[in-house]
């Protein structure tokens, strides 16, 4: 292959090798720079962003947790009255519909809550314990149609 290029070349005219010389230059340095330095400058730029954005979303993060550490511990408020009534009622404020609500004891409960969006019902019990109360127990059977069934058993902090 390379013997008949080369013996192509050789018959043509001077003029004709300076030509197809200076055109053979024209795409390499095409070639060059379109096929290789605009690509690898612009994947070194795009990483170069991405590097930045995940350092500034880095230093979020780090200050958000420097003021966590510094913020004081929440201090849990102990409300008066039974534990089934504070559950229940933090329940039908969260929007639940309450199946079932039986005292255990004198600091204990179980709520039974047949059909409930499972982030509500996590942020729901994660908020319980500003309201002075504990998840002892957690029971959540999924549904077919995307819901949870929530069963917990709820004690009062401190007891």
Known sequence: MMGRLSAWYIGLTARERVLVSVAGALIALVVLVYGIVLPVGNALDEAAVRHREV????GRIVGQIEQLKAAPAPRAAVLAGPVEQIAGASAQEAGFVVQSNQRRGSDMAVIV???????????????????GLAVEQLAMTPAPDGTVSVNVTLRRIGS
């Open 55 to 58: 350092t500034e979303r880095a």
């Open 113 to 131: 809550i047949p059909t409930a969006r499972p982030s509500a019902a996590l942020v729901w019990l994660d908020g319980l314990a500003g309201q």
